[in-house]
């Protein structure tokens, strides 16, 4: 009997081992992985070098709490502002992408003393109570989850942005690229808007980087395509591979003190030995770069396959929108050709997958694509 309470729809498919960008299920058939679990996946499944550094630590000491030295933090604070660009920026260390957002509200809050909040149409930024009230998600919004502070306004809508960013507002949230919504990108011209308001209100703008950060869209952060500087950055999902950890860099105005935030797991040995692999792999394997290029591979090669309504994203972060529901579409790309994809709504295919894919992995995706519209690819 399953005795787990009954909130996920499961595929029929157990995973029982991975490696690079593949999968094998009990059986021993093999996957394509081009989702990441929800972009989690960011250096491929059990990559030597991050197995070796988990092992190590594991071997030598997995847990204490944040009440004593962890050298492990600030190596891990150390080389994230210089792969970033945000070597003046400090780091809070908790476990998750919801975390990390409840902890930049709340900073931002302590900071200017304010309470209303700006968030977007389509967003997500958690399921916890501060982040699922800045969700543009009424279902998943409990009648507990106090919401009242909240005001969204249209995304990437710049005008909307300039009325509606007073002098009241404690904090504007949102993506630079929104996932759950769909992969909507924000445009230059919208988070310059952004930066401009908060900084003429003294409101803090927090760029929720949890799915598109991390080096996904061939630059670290995708608000770092406009130029922009945010106040406080939330990461996780690619973070760790893997390993539940999440983050928040924040700019140097913001004033420490003991007590102010705090996190039991957060920062844990395990969870750093993770990220500062993850990191290392990183710089190591030029996979920012790589993300950059395979994502205009992949862009590219679905271009000339043709047959969807709009295509957008960048990078190692795409979403194929279709004028059709792809329930039938997804299903036929996994139990046909063994291809793991994601979706955003119902007629967007989203993909996300590690950002060390291959050409043959990319390949093999392009290529079920182009069978499942049953499209011949133009120009090829």
Not at 27 to 44: C, F, K, M, N, P
Not at 68 to 82: F, M, R, S, Y
Request: hydrophobic share 40%; charged share 20%; with cysteine.
């Amino acid at each position: 009997m399953n005795h787990l309470f009954d909130v996920y729809p499961l595929y029929d498919i157990e995973p029982v081992k991975a490696e690079g960008s593949y999968l094998w299920d009990k059986q021993g058939t093999r996957y394509t992985d081009l989702y990441g679990g929800h972009a989690v996946i960011s250096v491929g499944h059990a990559h030597p070098y991050y197995v070796e550094k988990l092992t190590q630590q594991l071997r030598a000491i997995s847990f204490y709490s944040n009440s004593v030295q962890i050298p492990l933090q600030e190596e891990l604070a150390e080389k994230l502002g210089t792969l970033s660009g945000y070597p003046d920026y400090r780091l809070f260390l908790c476990n998750s992408g919801a975390e990390a957002n409840e902890n930049a509200l709340k900073l931002a809050s302590f900071h200017n003393g304010r309470t209303k909040v700006i968030a977007f149409t389509k967003s997500f930024h958690g399921r916890t109570a501060g982040a699922v009230a800045v969700t543009d998600n009424p279902s998943i919004v409990a009648p507990v989850n106090y919401k009242e502070h909240v005001t969204f306004l249209p995304f990437n809508d710049a005008a909307a942005a300039e009325a509606g960013i007073t002098d009241e507002v404690c904090a504007v949230i949102v993506e630079g690229i929104q996932g759950v919504g769909g992969i909507q990108v924000c445009s230059d011209e919208f988070l310059q808007t952004l930066r401009r308001k908060c900084d003429e209100t003294g409101a803090v703008l927090i760029l929720d980087s949890v799915q598109c950060g991390y080096g996904r869209t061939g630059r670290f952060f995708s608000h770092q395509f406009s130029g922009i500087h945010p106040d406080l950055m939330t990461m996780a999902k690619g973070m760790g591979n893997g390993f539940p950890i999440g983050g928040v860099l924040i700019a140097p105005k913001f004033k420490a003190s003991y007590g102010l935030l705090g996190t039991t797991f957060g920062g844990n040995h395990l969870a750093c030995a993770a990220g500062v692999a993850v990191l290392d792999i990183m710089k190591e394997e030029n996979l920012i770069e790589n993300a950059a290029r395979m994502g205009e591979y992949l862009m590219q090669g679905i271009r000339e396959i043709g047959g969807y309504k709009e295509l957008r994203g960048r990078g190692l972060m795409i979403g194929i929108e279709y004028d059709f529901p792809v329930k039938d579409l997804r299903n036929k790309l996994l139990f046909e050709h063994k291809l793991f994809t994601g979706v955003a709504g119902a007629n967007t295919i989203r993909l996300l997958p590690s950002l060390a894919l291959g050409q043959a992995e990319a390949d093999a995706f392009l290529e079920a694509l182009q069978v499942c519209l049953n499209v011949e690819v133009k120009g090829a």
